[in-house]
């Protein structure tokens, strides 16, 4: 964390005294993620109408808020500000709940009022519409402490509203925080007289006159002579380059190849498949003539008849093969 942990702390110590939100000085540092639980807790005190846990939590909230370490996003900066409208509009301070929602939707032009925390036709709804309704108030310029840069809902800027509350911060130009607060509606102007940016690493000091010095002076860049290569080694030098005797690259198939090779193999199955088909009906024939003296009784038969089915079906699936394979040959020809 390098030497942000003293800056912030002295920020959370400037924002307490500064800001009524803050309790007591930051007894350690928060981040984001912490502050965002908060929140949701007093969310969940406020739909359950308890205000007495909503005031605990809204409490540690704020003060989880001054001790941020973290740079708060725009996100983050439009929750906090609908906190301070529930904690406004719990109290029946109705303009100050205006006021926050006002603050919200200069963070954020499309929110929305969750209906998780009050469903549609809710008095808060009412307020919201009627904090778009305001017109713009005037605008005036802060000016940071040099070295740091003023974030305003979570963005880089320098310029707040009045009677607009926002959520504020210093950050130095490695986004380390150095101040964190809330400018409510009538509060004067932060004073960051004793908010500064980190100091920067201090150069090192000059070497003292009683240093041991060298007693020769040598100069900054040493010129290196080049040795002339083509006089001390002429004959790697000037002699022809020989060609490298490396081994045949592979040679692909091309399409032509293919093709023909498709195309023997298409022409050999048709071959094969007419002859099992010439044997097949040879075979059907004797199997059909009554008079074949090769049929003495009912087994040759059976047995002639398997031999015509075996030669049928490898005619078969040679002609399949055959017509495969031509296409195959087409297709390598055509493309």
Same mark, same amino acid.
């Given at each position: 964390m390098g030497c942000r942990g003293p800056w912030i702390l002295l920020g959370g110590l400037v924002a307490a005294l500064w800001s009524p939100a803050a309790a007591a000085a930051c007894a350690s540092l928060t981040g984001v993620a912490e502050l965002a639980v908060q929140l949701g =807790? &007093?969310? !969940? %005190?406020?739909?359950?109408?308890? $205000?007495?846990?909503? =005031? +605990? !939590?809204?409490? &540690?909230?704020? !003060?989880t808020? +001054?001790?941020?370490?973290?740079?708060? +996003? *725009?996100? #983050?900066?439009?929750a906090y500000h609908q906190l301070e409208a529930l904690d406004a509009f719990l109290f029946r301070d109705t303009v100050g709940a205006t006021r926050a929602f006002q603050a919200v939707l200069q963070a954020n032009p499309r929110y929305v009022l969750p209906p998780g925390i009050a469903p549609e036709g809710h008095p808060l709804w009412q307020l919201v519409e009627d904090a778009r309704a305001l017109p713009a108030s005037a605008a005036r310029t802060l000016e940071p402490p040099t070295g740091l840069t003023l974030r305003i809902d979570g963005r880089p800027g320098t310029q707040v509203r009045d009677g607009? $509350? &926002?959520?504020? !911060?210093?950050? #130095? *130009? +490695?986004?380390?925080? %150095?101040?964190?607060?809330?400018l409510r509606v009538g509060d004067p102007d932060p004073d960051w007289r004793d908010v500064a940016a980190a100091p920067a690493e201090p150069e090192p000091p000059p070497p003292p006159d009683d240093a041991p010095r060298l007693l020769v002076d040598l100069p900054l860049e040493t010129p290196v002579e080049e040795p002339d290569l083509a006089q001390e080694q002429p004959d790697a030098i000037l002699q022809e380059p020989q060609p490298l005797d490396l081994p045949p690259e592979p040679v %692909? $198939?091309?399409?032509?190849r293919l093709? %023909? @090779?498709? @195309? &023997?193999g298409a022409g050999v199955l048709a071959v094969a498949t007419g002859g099992l088909y010439a044997l097949a009906w040879s075979q059907k024939s004797r199997y059909q003539d009554m008079d074949n003296p090769d049929i003495s009784d009912r087994q040759d038969l059976e047995a002639l008849r398997d031999r015509n089915r075996l030669v049928s079906m490898g005619?078969?699936?040679t002609g399949i093969l055959a017509v495969g394979l031509g296409l195959g040959a087409v297709v390598t020809w055509r493309f």
């Open positions: =807790r &007093a969310e !969940q %005190a406020f739909v359950e109408m308890d $205000p007495g846990s909503f =005031r +605990t !939590q809204r409490e &540690a909230a704020r !003060q808020y +001054t001790c941020l370490a973290e740079v708060v +996003t *725009p996100s #983050t900066a439009v607009i $509350p &926002a959520v504020m !911060q210093l950050t #130095t *130009p +490695t986004d380390e925080v %150095a101040w964190t607060g809330y %692909a $198939p091309t399409a032509s093709h %023909a @090779g498709l @195309g &023997a005619a078969v699936g």
